[in-house]
């Protein structure tokens, strides 16, 4: 999959126009002569991917980024936002979002039981 880069700081975006509207935003100085990339990834069936969120810090801490995390170890979209809310509960939406957590992993109960993966 491809996606939208911008190549002042690198934020990733799903559409050129996301990226057009952020550098305007932020980089209104640069924005003249700021490229636009084009980055390969393998990431929107994780659910990470969203317009104009790319990678904020709560993503980003520790030596790897969550969504390398979840490509890397080949987690579906429900293992993918498991992790995903796991990681970011404390910096961003608190307790809601381990209950977001856990209706994924309740939804991932349910399926594994349902292909006999459950024990
Ligand atoms: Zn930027």
Redesign the pocket.
Known sequence: MRVAE?D??K?KFMTIESVRA??KE??PREAQMARINFVDINAIHTGLMKTDISAPSYYTSGSIETWDFIIDKHLDFLEGNIVKYVVRWKEKNGVEDLKKARVYLDKLIKEAEKVGDGS
């Open positions: 911008c002042i700081c934020h952020h550098i932020k980089h």
